[in-house]
Protein backbone atom coordinates (compact mmCIF):
# COMPACT_ATOMS: atom_id res chain seq x y z
CA UNK A 1 0.00 0.00 0.00
CA UNK A 2 3.12 2.15 -0.19
CA UNK A 3 4.82 3.25 -3.50
CA UNK A 4 8.29 4.96 -3.57
CA UNK A 5 9.99 5.95 -6.21
CA UNK A 6 13.70 7.52 -6.05
CA UNK A 7 15.66 9.78 -8.22
CA UNK A 8 18.46 11.98 -8.12
CA UNK A 9 21.27 8.88 -8.91
CA UNK A 10 24.05 9.68 -12.04
CA UNK A 11 27.44 10.11 -12.32
CA UNK A 12 29.58 11.87 -9.92
CA UNK A 13 33.32 12.59 -9.34
CA UNK A 14 35.33 12.33 -6.29
CA UNK A 15 34.66 14.97 -3.71
CA UNK A 16 31.50 15.88 -5.65
CA UNK A 17 27.90 15.83 -4.00
CA UNK A 18 24.59 14.55 -5.30
CA UNK A 19 21.35 14.66 -3.48
CA UNK A 20 18.86 11.27 -3.49
CA UNK A 21 15.23 11.60 -3.11
CA UNK A 22 12.30 9.17 -2.52
CA UNK A 23 8.79 10.09 -2.82
CA UNK A 24 6.12 7.86 -1.10
CA UNK A 25 2.32 7.84 -1.91
CA UNK A 26 -0.26 5.51 -0.64
CA UNK A 27 -0.51 4.44 2.81
CA UNK A 28 1.79 7.14 3.55
CA UNK A 29 0.05 7.78 6.68
CA UNK A 30 1.36 4.40 8.33
CA UNK A 31 5.31 5.09 8.10
CA UNK A 32 6.71 5.14 11.07
CA UNK A 33 10.52 4.49 9.77
CA UNK A 34 12.19 5.46 6.67
CA UNK A 35 15.85 4.91 5.44
CA UNK A 36 18.27 4.43 2.71
CA UNK A 37 20.09 1.38 1.83
CA UNK A 38 22.74 0.54 -0.72
CA UNK A 39 24.29 -2.74 -2.33
CA UNK A 40 26.99 -2.94 -4.51
CA UNK A 41 28.04 -5.78 -6.96
CA UNK A 42 29.14 -8.61 -5.01
CA UNK A 43 28.36 -6.80 -1.87
CA UNK A 44 25.85 -7.58 0.54
CA UNK A 45 22.78 -4.78 1.24
CA UNK A 46 23.79 -2.45 3.53
CA UNK A 47 21.66 0.38 5.81
CA UNK A 48 23.59 3.73 5.01
CA UNK A 49 21.03 6.03 6.93
CA UNK A 50 17.30 6.19 8.89
CA UNK A 51 15.15 8.38 10.02
CA UNK A 52 12.10 7.56 12.20
CA UNK A 53 8.70 9.68 13.05
CA UNK A 54 10.12 11.42 16.23
CA UNK A 55 13.31 13.05 14.06
CA UNK A 56 15.87 10.53 14.72
CA UNK A 57 18.62 9.74 12.45
CA UNK A 58 20.96 6.73 12.41
CA UNK A 59 24.10 6.61 10.02
CA UNK A 60 26.23 3.44 9.27
CA UNK A 61 30.22 4.32 10.33
CA UNK A 62 31.52 4.62 6.94
CA UNK A 63 29.07 7.72 5.74
CA UNK A 64 28.66 9.97 9.13
CA UNK A 65 30.05 13.56 8.70
CA UNK A 66 29.29 12.89 5.05
CA UNK A 67 25.65 11.75 4.43
CA UNK A 68 22.64 13.37 5.57
CA UNK A 69 18.95 12.09 5.86
CA UNK A 70 15.93 14.25 6.05
CA UNK A 71 12.53 14.31 5.71
CA UNK A 72 9.49 16.69 3.89
CA UNK A 73 6.38 15.56 5.63
CA UNK A 74 4.33 17.91 3.26
CA UNK A 75 5.73 16.32 0.82
CA UNK A 76 6.05 12.66 1.49
CA UNK A 77 9.56 12.62 0.85
CA UNK A 78 12.59 11.88 1.92
CA UNK A 79 16.25 12.66 0.91
CA UNK A 80 19.62 11.71 0.97
CA UNK A 81 22.43 14.79 1.00
CA UNK A 82 25.94 12.65 0.14
CA UNK A 83 28.86 15.14 0.35
CA UNK A 84 32.33 14.08 0.13
CA UNK A 85 31.66 11.43 -2.19
CA UNK A 86 34.15 8.45 -1.96
CA UNK A 87 34.21 5.59 -5.02
CA UNK A 88 33.54 3.27 -2.46
CA UNK A 89 30.16 4.79 -2.48
CA UNK A 90 29.08 3.79 -5.60
CA UNK A 91 26.54 1.44 -5.10
CA UNK A 92 22.66 0.88 -6.75
CA UNK A 93 20.31 3.06 -3.21
CA UNK A 94 17.25 1.50 -2.38
CA UNK A 95 14.35 3.97 -0.43
CA UNK A 96 12.93 1.74 2.35
CA UNK A 97 9.60 2.51 4.25
CA UNK A 98 8.53 0.76 6.88
CA UNK A 99 4.79 0.61 8.27
CA UNK A 100 3.73 -1.73 10.90
CA UNK A 101 4.12 -5.38 10.24
CA UNK A 102 5.59 -4.89 6.78
CA UNK A 103 8.55 -2.99 4.39
CA UNK A 104 8.44 -1.24 1.42
CA UNK A 105 11.20 -0.88 -1.41
CA UNK A 106 11.92 1.61 -4.11
CA UNK A 107 12.91 0.38 -7.36
CA UNK A 108 17.00 2.04 -7.01
CA UNK A 109 19.27 4.69 -8.40
CA UNK A 110 22.22 3.94 -9.70
CA UNK A 111 25.09 6.65 -8.17
CA UNK A 112 28.38 5.81 -9.46
CA UNK A 113 31.70 7.70 -8.23
CA UNK A 114 34.52 8.34 -10.75
CA UNK A 115 37.01 9.94 -12.31
Known amino acids: QVQLVESGGGLVQPGGSLRLSCAAS????????MAWYRQAPGKQRELVAS???????DYADSVKGRFTISRDNANNTVYLQMNSLKPEDTAVYYCNSRVPGYNYWGQGTQVTVSS
Open 26 to 33: GRIFSIYR
Open 51 to 57: IINGGST
